[in-house]
């Protein structure tokens, strides 16, 4: 394996993780896009080394052909993937004006009640200037009356 | 038709159904008649395999390219594990189908759910049938592609904001179990499940760690253990509701499924002290959730999470006894899930929301639902005759073998907060006054299918629980077939064709 591959794949892979973490989804598929091109550079390399003809009847060792397999598999699962995500971010567009993957509903619910909760209960402000407090306790449930 | 070529056929019939239903599309009852059978006959196939692997022993099937240098082969493989997970899986597959087709408004399901849930069926089944690393990958993708658009069906604002977390999480797994597979080949030159054990045991401890917690952290994800389970209660409760109950039922035991296989099989009896805690803290973390919830489908979803830790547990723990109450806890889990969400179903099409606060009285309106709510409810936590109870007490037992003290407290606990938020639940939605003021009565009969698919699945949970003995039995043997090489174990090698 050279150090060139094993460098680009490195590269390809910290840019995808860091796109990945981003909020916009077209940056999310940008970066899910390029993790997928590092794994299957991971899966070439894994064939052993470049020079060996892919065809029957060449001279020589005969390149193993399950990696190549391996490749172009998941590049037909990744094109579809991404037509897919595309079309997600689309539609998200078309609902909300942006692309943006938004918190669980129940989430911010729960967050915004025990924020308030604290806020009604503690008597100095300052001291709970974290967003979450984790007393999920306080939250009003109807169920049990 | 020799017994081997039932194994492709599980695939086959399917995937060439899907394809038919789409030329159905603008037939909606050829398009429904049509999936049925395919449904059906997959079920009735998967239960000619179960029947014939276990009187004969597994059965594998091998397709090869002949005349090429490189062996290029199919390789099929049903053991009695697999094929048990195959007859519940279908079955509940057929169930929800019968379900999803009764739903009120008959326009609700776009053209394009049975055909995607055909599709799943044959990835579900794919993924159990498989021999090989890279099969595997292929059939998880399969059922995963087909997911995404169940999930996002209707594609309104609530299914696009959650389906998006889902779709991201599980593209993220599928490039880490493929990351996984490749590395897997580069060590070890090949992916069959029969040549792999051997292989890998010949490696250097630390390569053999990293690739256990590769395919680990790749399996985690889809099974949503303890750290990567974050996007599943979010998920789930939005996509529409027998797509939920299939989803809860099936997709994360697939999961733990590929766990089992691949722990049992390449990596037997390491990692254990690292699965005991993922195991632990899945059961804590996923039930203390679910009582925070006050929505029927958010509080089952978490509850999903927190069932997932005792299959971990039985893995972690190894051995046959641990093994075989796994087995069995897996086998009754999937109906009993599935059945939970299929209830709920109801009640949402009934009153619209599964909101605690905003729902009660069903037991009034209708004795029978609340009767099917309370068995499954109760089988989940555990409650002695029904099945919950017999799994959990072979998994606890093989833990208190082992001496492991505080993870069998953990579990104790785990069951007890689930039956405290199962009677969350109970009180929120099927006592006290009825709300909305609605006087009609007999909800079951003005969802006939919905009912009766409801009906089937937790008779089905019932029937485990009935015929506990021979089926603990089947599953101790199940068991047994997990720690045995392929060769030994008297596999029927053929070829399909």
């Known amino acids: ?145 | 038709m020799t017994s081997e070529a039932i194994l492709p056929l599980l695939i086959l019939i399917p995937l060439f159904g899907a394809g038919a239903s789409l030329l159905f599309a603008r037939l909606r009852t050829a398009q429904t008649m049509l999936t049925f059978t395919i449904a059906i006959g997959t079920t009735i196939l998967s239960i000619a395999l179960l029947l014939k692997v276990d009187a004969d022993g597994p059965i594998r099937a091998v397709t090869s390219v002949p005349e090429a240098p490189i062996g290029v082969t199919l390789d099929l493989y049903a053991d009695r594990f697999a094929s048990l997970m195959l007859v519940i899986a279908t079955l509940m597959l057929s169930a929800v189908l019968l379900y999803s087709a009764g739903q009120r408004a008959a326009g609700e399901l776009s053209i394009w759910y049975q055909p995607a849930y055909l599709v799943m069926m044959a990835g579900v089944s794919a993924a159990f049938v498989t021999a090989d690393l890279f099969n595997l990958f292929v059939a998880v993708e399969l059922l995963l592609l087909s997911s995404y658009v169940l999930i996002m069906l209707e594609g309104n604002d609530e299914q696009i904001r959650s389906g998006t977390t889902y779709v991201v999480l599980n593209v993220l797994e599928s490039t880490l179990l493929l990351m996984a597979v490749t590395l897997v080949f580069a060590a070890t030159g090949t992916l069959s499940f029969f040549a792999l054990p051997a292989a890998i045991a010949e490696l250097p401890s630390g390569v053999q760690t990293g690739l256990n917690l590769l395919l680990l952290a790749a399996f985690g994800l889809k099974a949503a253990i303890f750290p990567l389970f974050s996007w599943l209660p979010d998920s789930y409760p939005a996509a529409p509701g027998p797509v939920t109950a299939v989803f809860a039922g099936l997709l994360t035991k697939i999961g733990v499924y590929a766990l089992i296989r691949t722990q049992t099989l390449l990596f037997p009896d390491t990692n254990r002290t690292l699965l005991m805690w993922i195991a632990g803290l899945t059961m804590i973390i996923g039930v203390l959730g679910a009582i925070a919830q006050s929505d029927m489908k958010r509080i089952l979803s978490f509850h999903i999470v927190s069932q997932i830790g005792y299959m971990i547990m039985g893995l972690a723990l190894g051995g046959v006894a641990a093994l075989t109450a796994t087995i069995f806890f897996v086998l009754h889990q999937i109906p009993i899930k599935t059945s939970l969400f299929l209830v709920e179903g109801i009640v949402e099409a009934e009153t619209g929301t599964s909101r605690l606060d905003r729902v009660g009285g069903m037991a009034r309106r209708s004795g029978p639902l609340a009767l099917m709510f309370m068995l499954s409810a109760m089988s989940l936590a555990g409650i002695p005759p029904l099945s919950g109870f017999i799994g959990k007490v072979g998994i606890v037992t093989a833990g208190l073998d082992q001496h492991e003290w505080v993870l069998v407290a953990v579990a104790l606990l785990g069951s007890l907060f689930t039956l405290v938020s199962m009677l969350k639940i109970w009180s929120g939605l099927f006592w006290g006054d009825i709300v909305p003021a609605d006087p009609r009565k007999g909800i079951l009969r003005h969802h006939r299918r919905m009912s009766a698919a409801t009906v089937g699945v937790v008779a089905i949970g019932v029937a485990i629980a009935l015929a506990a003995g021979p089926l603990y039995d089947f599953a101790e043997r199940a068991a047994e077939g997990l720690y045995l090489p392929a060769e030994a174990s008297g596999a029927v090698v053929g070829d399909p064709k």
């Not at chain 1, 990744?78 to 997600?88: E, P």
């Open chain 1, 1 to 145: 394996m050279s150090w060139a591959l094993a460098a680009l794949i490195g590269l390809q892979g910290a840019a995808g993780t860091y796109l990945l973490l981003h909020r916009s989804l077209t940056r999310i598929i940008l970066g899910l896009g390029l993790l997928a091109n590092a794994v299957n550079l991971i899966a070439l390399t894994a064939g052993g080394s470049p020079g060996s003809p892919p065809i029957i009847g060449e001279d020589g060792q005969m390149a193993d052909p399950l990696p190549q397999a391996l490749v172009l598999t998941a590049i037909v699962i990744g094109f579809g993937v991404t037509a897919f995500l595309l079309a997600t971010a689309l539609r998200s567009w078309t609902i909300d004006g942006n692309d943006d993957v938004e918190d669980d509903i129940e989430d911010v619910r729960l967050a915004r009640a025990a924020l308030e909760s604290d806020r009604s209960s503690g008597p100095d402000p300052t001291t709970s200037d974290s967003e979450f407090t984790g007393e999920v306790d306080e939250v009003p449930e109807a169920g049990e009356s």
